[in-house]
């Protein structure tokens, strides 16, 4: 009997009931207490452990197992893996695995998913490829479906071939797998197709679920649509992508995963432009759990976006200490060194900038080709191209390429060093005359800029071996031979004469050409001809297309002006305005017309001009006339008119007359 009088057996009876129900809380009440009866009951102890992980209690399903390690040590092994896997202590999960006295098929499925997330894909593949081959239950599609995303994750992160599994897409996870294959391999266009075709199959196969509302379907292709966007951005599609982020942001799905490369891949489209977006979209990539959800090369991507972020948004501190751990994490990686150097190129410091990727590309010579490429581009930015090209010289992978031969012939040119240039020429083709195949396009296509380089700048001795060799390719060459020819008169006239017997005959170069027919050709008619004037009936007439003759049309002389003197010079600045003209000087100003508005309210110019006694011109004497009947000195206060009666005086030389009324209906109304 149990405490409280109830038997062992009943508890086991409701334990067993409450397992089938999927009732594990009541489950563990029952099992805690045969426990207390037993605590070393093994059975007992495992269903307990069962019933802990069917409730997400890892922690304490796993303390429940190291506590009672030496009683149920053999029996527990799935138990306490999977407990460290959720846990995401997998390095602890594979050492359980492994040391496991028997490998089951349950192990070996966690065992896959296990390598998986440690990105041992080789390893998971062999897994995986096993357990379908040998295993016939209901969870084969289940196991398909994860072999196909190993091999997707092999396709874009080692960038291994894709290799033909023979694996159905019968399903939208399988399809969307092999769309993410396809992505690795930069088949964008067939992706795309496949993702949309994974798109169809999800909403037909949650469609029969008459539980399944349209917001659960939209969350589970919240992933799909996602890997439409980016294959979208891989194609130079931004604003459909950056649409499609946005849709699948606003749905909050609750993969953490999901929420941090979408928000991560907007930040690379927005770059230096909504610097606002890309700080809010940033606090999505720090969510917990996200470094646990992705692959390794997805978090450094994310972690050099928010260095790149701190830099344009001017937290130079901040970027110096991503770009630093960065660089510790990954001390080969050329990246956080880059943004190191941008930074410093931001705050004007060069020079510090060329030292910090000289000391990367000491310590690190497999990974310094991007590196000294953006050293060379920092010396042409202060101006040392000699420095720059050295720089340039001194890469192994891309000295010999044609792009690099060119850059370097073309900025030795600038700094007028010819002889520097012509050994590039001779160094790009002893490359490919020794390692290369000789002789092939970009070989010859070398040794025919060298010739036409040397020839540019007066080098024809140096020429010849040149010239001789792509000769000796094409013997056809007129034009190489006639350039050999040219070289060898400066040197040795024998045997440019001796060169010169290959040249084609002046017969075989003549063009056969009938004169005559060549001269009643349609486009003959068309050639203007300077010849001297014929006059009388020999006169030629001119012909048009269709045979019939066409006369002359006299040009029409402009009347000349009425009072224009022939003999006389023309004005040289006729053609002129008249304002730009040298002797101009503007029009003859008359009177000044009487400005009505100024001075004080009421009065005009005229009126002012009359009452002011100092302008004696104008203005009436002060002192009485000879024979005035008054003496006084002042006019009589009737006589005086007031200002607004007032009109201003004027002589009738300058009067006008008063304006017509204009009729309406006029040309030039209003």
């Not at 020429?425 to 036409?452: C, D, W």
């Not at 486009?523 to 012909?543: L, S």
Request: charged share 25%; with cysteine.
């Amino acid at each position: 009997m149990a405490s409280g009088g109830v038997s062992v057996a009943s508890l086991w009876t409701e334990v067993n009931r409450c397992g089938q129900n999927g009732d594990f809380t009541r489950a563990l009440k029952a099992l805690t207490r045969i426990l207390h009866e037993n605590r070393d009951d093994v059975t007992a102890l495992h269903c307990k452990i069962v019933c802990l992980v069917q409730n997400g209690s890892f922690k304490e399903a796993l303390h429940v197992i190291n506590t009672h390690s030496k009683t149920i040590t053999g029996d527990v092994v799935f138990e306490k893996a999977y407990c460290e896997y959720r846990l995401n202590r997998v390095e602890n999960a594979l050492k359980t695995i492994e040391a496991a006295p028997e490998q089951t098929d349950k192990l070996k499925e966690l065992y896959g998913q296990v390598l998986y997330r440690m990105e041992r894909y080789d390893d998971c593949k062999s897994v995986y490829t096993d357990l379908i081959r040998n295993s016939q239950d209901e969870y084969e599609e289940e196991r398909k479906t994860n072999l196909a995303a190993v091999v997707a994750s092999m396709s874009q992160w080692e960038e291994a071939p894709l290799e033909d599994l023979g694996l159905p897409e019968s399903t939208y996870e399988l399809c969307y797998n092999a769309a993410c294959a396809l992505i690795g391999q930069g088949q964008l266009t067939e992706s795309l197709n496949k993702l949309r075709q994974a798109e169809e199959l999800c909403r037909v196969s949650l469609a029969d679920d008459s539980d399944v509302t349209e917001e659960d379907i939209e969350s589970e292709l919240a992933v799909i649509h996602s890997q439409m966007a980016y294959v979208m951005q891989l194609q130079g599609r931004t604003d459909e992508a950056l649409q499609l982020y946005n849709q699948v942001i606003k749905l909050k799905p609750s993969d953490v995963g999901l929420l941090a490369v979408t928000a991560n891949n907007i930040i690379t489209i927005n770059k230096d432009q909504n610097v606002f977006d890309s700080k809010k979209k940033v606090k999505l990539t720090n969510a917990e759990g996200v470094e646990y959800k992705l692959a390794t090369k997805q978090l450094q991507a994310i972690d050099f976006n928010k260095a790149l972020l701190a830099m344009y948004t001017n937290q130079a501190d901040q970027c110096r200490k991503l770009s630093s751990s960065l660089q510790s994490q990954n001390p080969g990686h050329p990246r956080p060194v880059l943004i190191q150097v941008a930074q410093l190129c931001r705050e004007k410091q060069h020079s510090r900038a060329i030292e910090l990727l000289q000391q990367f590309s000491d310590q690190h010579p497999e990974s310094a080709s991007g590196i000294k490429l953006t050293m060379a581009q920092l010396y042409l930015i202060q101006g040392h191209v000699t420095k720059a090209c050295d720089v340039l010289r001194s890469i192994e992978e891309f000295k010999h390429k044609s792009g690099m031969v060119s850059a370097l012939v073309t900025m030795y040119s600038h700094e007028e060093d010819i002889d520097s240039a012509i050994e590039v020429f001779k160094q790009a083709i002893k490359h490919y005359q020794t390692t290369e195949q000789p002789g092939s396009a970009v070989h010859l296509a070398l040794v025919r800029e060298a010739a036409n380089y040397k020839l540019k700048y007066g080098r024809k001795k140096e020429a010849i071996s040149d010239l001789e060799q792509l000769w000796k390719q094409n013997t056809n060459d007129i034009h190489t031979l006639a350039q050999l020819i040219s070289a060898y008169s400066l040197v040795d006239t024998d045997k440019a004469k001796s060169l010169s017997k290959h040249l084609p005959s002046v017969d075989m170069l003549a063009l056969k050409v009938d004169v005559d027919e060549l001269e009643n050709s349609i486009a003959a008619t068309y050639i203007r001809k300077k010849a001297a004037k014929v006059t009388g009936e020999n006169a030629p007439k001119e012909q048009t297309q269709e045979g019939e003759i066409k006369k002359k049309k006299k040009k029409k002389r402009g009347k000349l002006p009425k009072n224009c003197d022939p003999k006389a010079t023309p004005d040289p600045e006729r053609w002129l305005p008249m304002k730009e003209r040298s002797y101009y000087r503007g029009k003859k100003k008359g009177k000044k017309k009487e400005q009505i508005g100024k001075g004080t309210q009421g009065t005009t110019a005229g009126a002012s001009a009359e009452l002011d006694a100092s302008k004696t011109a104008s203005s009436p004497p002060t002192s009485p006339r000879p024979g005035s009947a008054s003496g006084s000195s002042a006019a009589p206060a009737s006589n005086v008119v007031p200002p607004r009666q007032q009109k201003p005086a004027a002589s009738g030389a300058t009067r006008k007359k008063a304006p017509q009324k204009k009729k309406k209906g006029g040309k030039g109304g209003w």
